[in-house]
């Protein structure tokens, strides 16, 4: 087992560009579900993505997407950045398209939107 | 619409003694619940975790306990250790429903152990 690795850890951005974080679920893990921590608050749910299709979404703007490859890996893209993007974003990996079955969280990526 | 709670943003305790954190939650359809550890500059990992079909569920020195009629959980340590010390985010899922794949986050309590 690899676990569950993110890049870069750490960004800046500015205002209306771009963004793409990267993950790579642990071996064998075929769910990734990504999450925005910003400061003083939880996780909180953006989407998930099983089998390389997008299985469920929080409540966040069309401009968060993301995409699954079949080796493991995936993609979280952020257009129009916006100044409250700025937080940690999580990646987590699981073997089933659940959430009660437990989350592999990598370390996160650190966004920071001036 | 916080649908997990965690109303104590910190809590100090000294070595050995019991910590205790808890963890509110709203949503009826939630009937599972985890607890998660994070250290700085790592993501979350898992701790323990309890369906509500039981009451209580124990794992070395940490045991959680679920209250469903006050929606209510707690997790205890016992004895803490000062490597206890972390964000401690309880989580709440549903194994049913629509809602299922995704896990509902408290903001966290900050657990310090003083040695």
């Known amino acids: 087992e690899t676990g569950v690795t993110q890049s870069p850890t750490h960004l800046i951005k500015t205002r209306g560009q771009q963004v793409t974080l990267r993950c790579s679920s642990q071996?064998?893990?075929?769910?990734v579900s990504w999450y925005q921590q910003a400061l003083g608050q939880g996780p909180q749910f953006i989407f998930q993505?099983?089998?390389?299709?997008?299985?469920g979404r929080g409540n966040f703007p069309p401009r968060f997407s993301g995409l699954q490859f079949p080796n493991y890996s995936s993609e979280l893209n952020v257009n129009a950045l916006e100044l409250d993007d700025s937080a940690l974003y999580l990646c987590?990996?699981?073997?089933?398209?659940?959430?009660?079955?437990?989350?592999?969280f990598g370390s996160g990526t650190r966004l920071t939107v001036v | 619409d916080q649908q997990v709670k965690q109303n104590s943003p910190s809590l100090s305790v000294q070595e050995g003694r019991i910590s205790i954190l808890n963890c509110d939650y709203t949503?009826?359809?939630?009937?599972?619940f985890l607890w998660y550890k994070k250290y700085p500059a790592e993501g979350p990992t898992f701790l323990i975790s309890?369906?509500?079909?039981?009451d209580k569920n124990e794992d070395g020195r940490f045991t959680v306990f679920l209250n469903k009629s006050a929606k209510h959980l707690s997790l205890h340590i016992v004895p803490s250790q000062p490597g206890d010390s972390a964000v401690y985010f309880c989580?709440?899922?549903?194994?049913?429903?629509?809602?299922?794949?995704?896990?509902?986050f408290g903001k966290g309590t900050l657990l310090t152990v003083n040695p």
């Open positions: 993505y099983y089998r390389e299709e997008e299985n």
């Open positions: 309890i369906s509500s079909i039981k």
């Open positions: 949503n009826s359809m939630f009937d599972y």
């Open positions: 989580a709440a899922s549903s194994t049913s429903g629509g809602s299922n794949y995704k896990l509902t």
């Open positions: 071996s064998g893990h075929n769910t």
């Open positions: 987590a990996s699981s073997p089933y398209p659940t959430g009660w079955y437990g989350y592999t």
